[in-house]
């Protein structure tokens, strides 16, 4: 029964986010922006659906790697909203570390490396996820395990923080006033996407855009985007796309960003 609610629950999420999709393409459209490109969307799909996939497989690895560290934790919270609350917070600070070593650490650029192939900012970018990050999803979290917050929590802020993460690849929203450098926004999430010198490396929080303005990593949205990687177009084949960032690392041919 809690299954099939939660099935319920996770189908009216995708139903919602694909009508937004379908808004974000007849505005391109009818505004003549070029936000999509067909070839481009078919990829993003494809990605999607395999990282879908990907978090079935995984499932299991994740819960018995993420149980199996807990029972190291220093302290058990106990499950109240407050506690929650601090989890959500503490996931995203983890996140902007975990988002900027990504950038910094080769290896770690090899997973992130698809999330930054395309050449376009739009809703459908949001799920260009490599196929295997969810290997990496329970040590990243691990220092929230040992510090006794409960380790659902955890997986839902995750989970939480990258749905939000969905309504920023957008070029449909503008600034939005004093939100900018409080919160992640669309304008300071194209800046993060964006391979403009000014504009590497920069704006790494998940939903909070406070620890890039703490951390010194914080850059308003000034000149337009060039989204992509430093060395331009890669491909529209998703093996191509996921595993590219493998092959370049262990072929020492790793001089990009994004």
């Known amino acids: 029964?809690?299954?099939?609610?939660?099935?319920?629950?996770?189908?009216?999420?995708?139903?919602?986010?694909?009508?937004?999709?379908?808004?974000?393409?007849?505005?391109?459209?009818?505004?003549?922006?070029?936000?999509?490109?067909?070839?481009?969307?078919?990829?993003?799909?494809?990605?999607?659906?395999g990282f879908q996939l990907s978090k079935v497989l995984l499932f299991g690895f994740q819960y018995t790697v993420m149980a199996y560290l807990s029972n190291f934790?220093?302290?058990?919270?106990?499950?109240?909203?407050?506690?929650?609350?601090?989890?959500?917070?503490?996931?995203?600070?983890v996140y902007y570390w975990y988002h900027r070593f990504s950038h910094k650490v080769k290896l770690l650029w090899a997973f992130h490396l698809v999330?930054?192939?395309?050449?376009?900012?739009?809703?459908?970018?949001?799920?260009?996820?490599?196929?295997?990050s969810a290997l990496l999803t329970p040590f990243v979290v691990a220092p929230l395990i040992f510090i006794g917050l409960?380790?659902?929590?955890?997986?839902?802020?995750?989970?939480?923080n990258l749905l939000y993460q969905f309504f920023l690849h957008t070029e449909a929203i503008g600034k939005l006033g004093f939100?900018?450098?409080?919160?992640?926004?669309?304008?300071?999430?194209?800046?993060?996407?964006?391979s403009n010198s000014e504009y590497i490396d920069k704006n790494f929080g998940?939903?909070?855009m406070i620890w890039d303005r703490l951390f010194g990593t914080y850059e308003p949205e000034s000149i337009k985007p060039t989204y992509g990687v430093t060395t331009g177009f890669i491909s529209n084949n998703p093996f191509v796309l996921i595993f590219k960032g493998f092959l370049d690392y262990f072929r020492g041919k790793m001089d990009y960003k994004g």
Do not use: C
């Open 206 to 208: 998940g939903v909070f």
């Open 73 to 93: 934790a220093l302290f058990q919270m106990k499950s109240t909203p407050f506690v929650f609350f601090v989890s959500f917070v503490a996931v995203d600070l």
């Open 1 to 49: 029964m809690e299954n099939d609610i939660r099935a319920g629950q996770g189908g009216i999420v995708f139903f919602v986010l694909l009508i937004l999709v379908v808004l974000e393409i007849i505005w391109s459209w009818r505004k003549n922006k070029n936000a999509y490109d067909t070839k481009d969307t078919l990829a993003n799909l494809a990605i999607f659906a």
């Open 150 to 160: 409960p380790f659902e929590f955890i997986a839902v802020s995750f989970g939480l």
């Open 115 to 132: 999330h930054h192939s395309s050449l376009f900012m739009n809703l459908t970018v949001s799920y260009r996820l490599n196929w295997l």
């Open 179 to 194: 939100i900018e450098g409080i919160l992640a926004t669309p304008s300071a999430h194209r800046v993060h996407h964006g």
